[in-house]
Every structure is written in structure tokens, then in C-alpha cells.
């Protein structure tokens, strides 16, 4: 039996992805677990128009700058442009994290995939955390 095969024409140059305001993720997010193990800060940024995220690990005393990472923007639906959600990746050396967000009801939703690269033993965790957004007033912390 003979396979079918389908052509399709190609527009000459890619249509224009539509842009993703990341507006409603920007601010100064806390998380809501004050005895957290995981993260306790989440800066969100727009950088021309390039979302950064720059996360803080709950270590006691102070909190632990793991640094600033690229976050990729989603929207609603392959049409849309309304923003719901981002993923960004940290390597910390020992451990990889992945974020997934969303903003639910004003609330910062983070999922928490984190994988041990340190040959330590440790098997992969998942974690959900709840942020919300810092007042002004708190921001320059």
C-alpha cells in the first residue's frame, strides 16, 4: 500500500508570532509558606519586552540568589495573546529546576520541578508554591 503524501505551500516568510504582554507577571513576588524549603522570593521583570525572572531559595538565615534566568511567555490559546503563563530553568550545580507560573485570582502559582544532578541519591521532586505580590513599599528590600 502506497503511503499518501500531502503537500502544502509555504507563505514566502513566516507569519509574525503575536506578541505576549508579560505585564501581569512583573512585580516583586513573596511566597505565602513562611516556612518554606523552597523558594521565597520570585523577582519578575520585563526586559524589552523579554520576560527574567531572578528566584531566591529559602536558606535561613537569608535567602540564597540563585540568579536571574530567561523565562519563555505563554498565551491563552495558539490565537491568542493573552498571557497564562511562563516557564523558566535555573541550573544550580547540584540541582536543575524548571518553574511553570501562572497567575490565578492575583496569586502567583509556581510548579517546581527539580531534578539532583550532584549523584547524591536523591530522587526528582515536584512542589507547588503560592506568591503573592510584594507592596511597593516592600520591593526595595
Known amino acids: 500500500m502506497k503511503a499518501a503524501v500531502t503537500t502544502v505551500a509555504s507563505p514566502a516568510s513566516p507569519a509574525p508570532r503575536a506578541h505576549i504582554d508579560p505585564g501581569v507577571f512583573v512585580g ?3 511566597t505565602t509558606n513562611q ?3 523552597g523558594i521565597a522570593r520570585l523577582i519578575v521583570r520585563d526586559v524589552d519586552g523579554q520576560l527574567r525572572v531572578r528566584a531566591f531559595g529559602a536558606t535561613p ?3 540564597c540568589d540563585w540568579g ?3 523565562a519563555a511567555v505563554f498565551a491563552d490559546g495558539p490565537h491568542s495573546s493573552a498571557p497564562r503563563a511562563f516557564t523558566a530553568r535555573f541550573d544550580l ?3 536543575e529546576v ?3 507560573a501562572k497567575v490565578k485570582k492575583g496569586v502567583l502559582v509556581v510548579a517546581n520541578f ?3 544532578s550532584d549523584e547524591s541519591g ?3 521532586f515536584f512542589s507547588r508554591e503560592f506568591f503573592y505580590r510584594a507592596p511597593a513599599s516592600e520591593s526595595g528590600r
Open 28 to 30: 516583586d513576588w513573596t
Open 35 to 37: 516556612q518554606t524549603q
Open 61 to 63: 538565615p537569608s535567602h
Open 68 to 70: 536571574e534566568a530567561p
Open 93 to 95: 550545580g547540584f540541582k
Open 98 to 100: 524548571s518553574l511553570q
Open 114 to 116: 527539580n531534578r539532583f
Open 122 to 124: 536523591r530522587a526528582p
